[in-house]
């Protein structure tokens, strides 16, 4: 098992308001599984996956990482292991707008201490999603499934164990959601690297090994 959460809580605060997003949430991931979570908008599904990536704390519960618990851990051990463990697609692509696509995509690889860049692989991938003659070019100058695009090669670059996808085909044409959807198939059989996609559209639901609904702040399986 890559990830298990236990009786996850979020509420956020804001002056006298409270909402409480998340209202007990049991999830365990196996290595090699692919997870596809749909939910409302508002539902919580970012936040489900900033805390479960280690980005945002929950209220209530815990988050072990590869037999790691994350409370135990200071904040050096944590960074360190949101690192080598967990790749992000983020849903809004917080690419640097100083660095071009290349440059992007190899950044987690350069601050992996043990990863050599993988500029040969970068380009590999690149090609892969048809972007190959737009590595020079700066987000700025990136259409908007580009940039998206660029973001996803940027969380597999290092191949980490455990890829948190935020909608990622959110603004993407049907075929080039479907590349993308193939790509995360062919890394997760050939890597055996562990996915969970949040989506709104249920064809990229489908890649789900299993497939989760969050609603009412907890996450209720579809498949039965
Ligand atoms: N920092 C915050 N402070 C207060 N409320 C927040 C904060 N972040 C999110 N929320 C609220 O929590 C709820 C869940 O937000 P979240 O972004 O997780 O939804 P989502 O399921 O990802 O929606 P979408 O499908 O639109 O992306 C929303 O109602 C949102 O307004
Ligand atoms: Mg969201």
Not at 8 to 26: A, E, P, R, S
Not at 139 to 167: C, K, T
Request: hydrophobic share 40%; no cysteine.
């Amino acid at each position: 098992m890559i990830l298990r959460a236990k009786n996850i809580h979020k509420t956020f605060t804001n002056g006298i308001k409270t909402l409480t997003v998340l209202q007990g949430i049991d999830f365990q991931l196996q290595t090699g599984e692919i997870v596809t979570i749909m939910g409302p908008s508002g539902s919580g599904k970012s936040t489900f996956l900033n805390i479960i990536g280690t980005l945002d704390n929950p209220t209530k519960g815990s988050i072990t990482i590869a037999d790691r618990e994350i409370n135990t851990l200071s904040d050096r051990e944590l960074s360190a292991l949101r690192n080598s463990y967990i790749g992000f697609v983020f849903q809004f692509h917080h690419l640097l707008p100083e660095f071009t696509a290349l440059e992007n995509i190899l950044i987690p690889s350069l601050i992996s201490a043990s990863a050599e860049p993988r500029q040969a692989r970068a380009m590999e991938l690149l090609d892969y999603v048809g972007l190959v003659d737009r590595s020079d070019h700066f987000p700025a100058e990136l259409s908007g499934g580009e940039r998206l695009r660029v973001a996803v090669l940027r969380a597999l670059i290092n191949q980490p164990q455990l890829i948190l996808a935020d909608e990622p085909t959110g603004n993407l044409d049907a075929e080039n959601a479907s590349k993308l959807i193939n790509l995360f198939r062919q890394i997760n059989r050939d890597f055996q690297q562990s996915l969970v996609i949040t989506t709104h559209n249920p064809a990229v639901a489908e890649i789900g090994d299993r497939h989760l609904e969050l609603s009412s702040g907890i996450l209720i399986s579809r498949d039965n």
